[in-house]
């Protein structure tokens, strides 16, 4: 099924080398798979300014809007803009009604991921497995149709309020889905700025309450076939102060992957405790978009404001670290005058960043990665990241 692209990715001219690298994507025989997931379809948002949202991911994440729904099309509850980088699709959604459910939504959760919206190619058949194993069909299958041909649709609830709407678009040429109209911006970004910041969506990682990680890998593993990728626990994932646990599972092609975390005991709160407290529950707790030139990628979003977590001196001037990584496309030192961080596996290596929170609550924020062979998550970066998000925790009184 690797011959197989994502209109997105189509859309975006990327090939499958190029995903190959930036999203370690593998051979995969669909077959006989009784959920098959093609891939990501969207990232659905509900934020509390859909209008001001969409701009900054147009102006900080060098986004395009494609696509537009609100009042002004008939769509009297929210507004909802439809921005794309490469192959990666957000969907921003705000209330505009009084009583829309999207700012009951809000209220709850703040700025926060709603639906990881997946493409697959049969609908009907993933919703026969998901009902077999006793997932909860929040909206079963069924058509919206326009002139541009008919998209088929159904979703299941995952953890919290989180959804996955699956998405077949084989039957439609349009531009989002029906009720959307095409959108342009005004906005105009500044000579000389980098067309694309980011290629592709990697991961999503979901933070889940203690005691029901594995109860949401084997939701994977039953429902949907997912298989279990890398676990890390014990000293792998812990700081002097707090830890937690996580598992990874992947669709058949790994281009969807879903790290989970949940807190463990520890003498302080972790972020996982923090994330949990100011979301009102479990949620997607970073996205992690896959670059292949994360240095520009950096020095463009640092230019904007986006404010990126430290790393201190002793990273990147640690012998075992230089020793473990070897040779990487870029010195050690342009790699520590933006805080990215390194790992290395038996594959290959990995580049990473993370930011800080991008709204008011510390719940969500995003990561850069540029993979070359790696499969992994940066496990040898892990402490190094805790300890910078302890430090942001310690400043918001939260730790």
Known sequence: MTDVLTGEEKLARLDLGQLQQLVGLVEYDASADPFPVTGWDAVVWVVGNATQTALFYQSVFGMDLV??????????????????????????LGGVAPDSPLLDHHRRHGDGVVDISLEVPDVDRCIRQARAQGATIVAEAHDLTDEHGTVRLATLQAYGDTVHTLVDRSRYDGIYLPGYVERSSTYRRRTAAPRRLFQALDHVVG???????????????????????????????ATDYSALMSKVVANGNHRVKFPLNEPAVARRKSQIDEFLEFYG???????????????ATVDAMRAEGVEFLDTPDSYYNDPQLRARIGEVRVPIDELHARGILVDRDEDGYLLQVFTKPIGDRP????????????????KGNFKALFEAIEREQERRGNL
């Open 67 to 92: 696509a537009y729904a609100g009042p002004e099309t008939g769509q009297r509850d929210h507004k909802a803009y439809v921005l794309t980088s490469g192959a990666c699709r957000f969907v921003v």
């Open 207 to 237: 933070n889940v309450e203690l005691g029901r990680m594995d109860d949401w890998v084997a939701f994977y593993n039953r429902v949907m076939g997912f298989t279990n990728l890398a676990e890390f626990i014990g000293d792998d994932i």
């Open 281 to 295: 529950g479990p949620g997607a707790q970073h996205l992690a978009l896959a670059t292949n030139d994360i240095l």
């Open 363 to 378: 719940t969500v924020f995003f990561e850069l990665i540029e993979r070359h062979g790696s499969l992994g998550f940066g």
